[in-house]
T-cell receptor
Framework: GAVVSQHPSWVICKSGTSVKIECRSL??????MFWYRQFPKQSLMLMAT?????????EQGVEKDKFLINHASLTLSTLTVTSAHPEDSSFYIC???????????FGPGTRLTVT | AQTVTQSQPEMSVQEAETVTLSCTYD???????LFWYKQPPSRQMILVIR??????QNATENRFSVNFQKAAKSFSLKISDSQLGDTAMYFC???????????????FGTGTRLKVLA
């Protein structure tokens, strides 16, 4: 149980275009989802926290207009990188928790390459 | 602000031997959770072990155990009988509840890359 999927697993896009990454909880309802960014050989940095049906809470230094997060249902959150640039190339990981739960269940990640 | 420090960027251990990964953290909170996560080359984060701060007993999961020293704010991971499959990046994480939103927030350390040698 507690499986989280991400789609796509790898995406290449051209500079200036937008790309959407989906995060789904497959066998549970996720009231809260988290989006992380991980550069090569570095730690996970929390970008934002999203609760179903409400606006995401962004961490300091994360541009909310560039990284659009939508948590439309209890099983789906999306991260859209708008007007992507090469410096946005990174590994993006989502995680989810159940209502009142403390443990986060992680997705397998999405590798974004902006050319 | 909470911080998590892993002072060992890389470690290696012979197969079947024991290795300890260190983690220290800084917080003024009294109620929190601590975790060790494993990230193999696939990059899927895998929970290794968790510890509630209010519990004095150290958590154990098969070959994995922790030494939780709350006063010293130390949370080390011991891997016994190391196996080749233990080769991975290991992250220590601190989690606390965010009162304003009612959600939980993780803060990760910088990681320790562990290589198990045959």
């Amino acid at each position: 149980g507690a499986v989280v999927s991400q789609h796509p697993s790898w995406v290449i896009c051209k500079s200036g275009t937008s790309v959407k990454i989906e995060c789904r909880s497959l066998d549970f309802q996720a009231t809260t989802m988290f989006w992380y960014r991980q550069f090569p050989k570095q730690s996970l940095m929390l970008m934002a926290t999203s609760n179903e049906g409400s606006k995401a809470t962004y961490e300091q230094g994360v541009e909310k207009d560039k990284f659009l997060i939508n948590h439309a249902s209890l099983t789906l959150s999306t991260l859209t990188v708008t007007s992507a640039h090469p410096e946005d190339s990174s590994f993006y990981i989502c995680s989810a928790t159940v209502a009142g739960g403390s443990e986060q269940y992680f997705g397998p990640g999405t590798r974004l390459t902006v050319t | 602000a909470q911080t998590v420090t892993q002072s060992q960027p890389e470690m290696s251990v012979q197969e079947a031997e024991t290795v300890t990964l260190s983690c220290t953290y800084d917080t003024s909170e009294n109620n929190y959770y601590l975790f060790w996560y494993k990230q193999p080359p696939s990059r899927q984060m895998i929970l290794v072990i968790r510890q509630e701060a209010y519990k004095q007993q150290n958590a154990t999961e098969n070959r994995f155990s922790v030494n939780f020293q709350k006063a010293a704010k130390s949370f080390s991971l011991k891997i016994s009988d190391s196996q080749l499959g233990d080769t991975a990046m290991y992250f220590c994480a601190f989690m606390k509840r965010v009162v304003r939103t009612g959600t939980y927030k993780y803060i990760f350390g910088t990681g320790t890359r562990l290589k198990v040698l045959a």
